[in-house]
């Protein structure tokens, strides 16, 4: 533990003092003195901490998984992960229960964004709560205030999560199809809305130019947040695959081109991940019974130059890989994935080897983020119900 009084900060000048803080890790520090309580909550420490320059192999571990407490009833646990320069895994802070997430739907349904300039959000179909993993504040937002029209339905198709770097703030946002149904209660053909909500205005509200055209979308198709932008891995009206992206500073939906991968007979699934600090793809077959382990490829994509089609390249061809859904890639090589038994599994890039790791949750429950330390603050909202709060 890190003794910052103020007798250091007579010491020392205070740049010098800013790049100890910026060197250790913030929470281990012991702030006895409110000299430097104050300097590593200022903006302009915070923002110095957040562009400090950092490897893509420095992050940690956030690993959401759940489980079942009681009929219909789950309790969903943040782990934080890190490992020392043996790459032997340990706890960076005691495992925290979730709020807000306890019902099956939540379980399988939710998604983990980020990190966005610090922060991560974890959201379903109904809730979104954003959560900094080093100061381990969060806070549950809102609910969108908009309604339909009487006679008229609305299913949310989709949403996200990122940083405006124009306006200097968070967005969530979500993708609604309002509809109609005919008289045997199938939906009919409907309108696509968008809802956004700021953090620093505290306020929802509805995009007037949303195209109607935009490929179809679930909720778990796979997706995110990079270069300002939200990503998702979806198929074109040809039923080509597609990448659609959601410029979070102009709002406005545009493509991407994915790189020409494998097709499976079984069926064809694609992926969005990071890799060296580059958008990523996977591509894997539909799993089935008849389908032979041993036979299994895993292909993985890198896009070398963002937005430039020509730049994407093949990096790895796996083989033999059983997952359906391949989690994140820690430390530009280890690939890890929630096994058929439940268990948290790490597959290495360069050697092949697999492990399994000594965390277990309900299947299809975990998600993992991988994170570097930020002191950003949570945007206050103005609702007593939606403060910013401590685990």
């Not at 281990?28 to 915070?46: H, P």
């Not at 790459?87 to 966005?116: A, C, M, Q």
């Not at 299994?296 to 890198?302: Q, T």
Request: some cysteine.
């Amino acid at each position: 533990m890190y003794l910052m009084t103020d007798g250091i900060m007579k010491k020392y000048p205070r740049d010098v003092v800013i790049q100890m803080c910026l060197q250790n890790f913030l929470l281990r520090f012991k702030c006895v003195s409110k000299t430097v309580c104050a300097l590593i909550q200022s903006s302009t420490f915070i923002n110095l901490h957040l562009n400090h320059s950092t490897t893509s192999t420095d992050g940690n571990i956030l690993l959401k998984r759940s489980f079942k407490e009681d009929i219909e009833i789950y309790k969903a646990i943040f782990s934080f992960i890190s490992s020392d320069c043996e790459d032997y895994l340990k706890f960076i802070y005691p495992e925290l229960v979730v709020p807000y997430i306890t019902n099956r739907l939540s379980i399988t349904s939710d998604k983990l964004i980020g990190p966005s300039h610090g922060l991560i959000a974890l959201m379903d179909p109904i809730t979104t709560i954003l959560f900094n993993p080093s100061t381990r504040n969060y806070r549950l937002l809102p609910s969108s205030p908009f309604d339909v029209p009487k006679g008229f339905h609305r299913s949310i198709a989709s949403g996200g999560f990122g940083f405006d770097s124009v306006v200097n703030d968070f967005k969530v946002f979500r993708i609604i199809q309002v509809y109609t149904e005919d008289r045997f209660g199938y939906p009919e053909k409907g309108e696509k809305k968008v809802e956004v909500y700021e953090l620093g205005i505290d306020i929802w509200r509805e995009l007037d130019h949303v195209d109607q055209q935009l490929p179809k979308l679930f909720w778990l198709t796979s997706s995110i947040f990079y270069k300002g932008a939200y990503h998702w891995i979806t198929s074109s009206r040809e039923f080509k695959p597609t990448i659609l992206c959601f410029d979070m500073s102009t709002e406005i939906f545009r493509n991407m081109e994915p790189p020409n991968t494998r097709e499976f007979s079984s069926g064809t699934i694609h992926s969005l991940l990071i890799l060296t600090e580059s958008l990523c793809l996977t591509c894997y077959p539909c799993l089935g019974p008849m389908i032979d382990p041993a036979n299994i490829l895993m292909e993985i994509w890198i896009m070398k130059d963002y937005n430039v089609y020509e730049s994407w390249i093949k990096k790895y061809t796996i083989r033999g890989l059983p997952t359906e859904s391949p989690l994140a890639i820690w430390k530009d090589c280890l690939l890890l994935f929630q096994s058929k038994s439940g268990y948290l599994m790490l597959y290495d890039l360069n050697s092949d080897e697999i492990k399994e790791l000594n965390f277990h949750g309900c299947l299809k429950s975990m998600r993992v983020i991988i994170y570097k330390e930020s002191m950003t603050p949570i945007p206050k909202g103005s609702q007593r119900s939606t403060q910013v709060e401590n685990f």
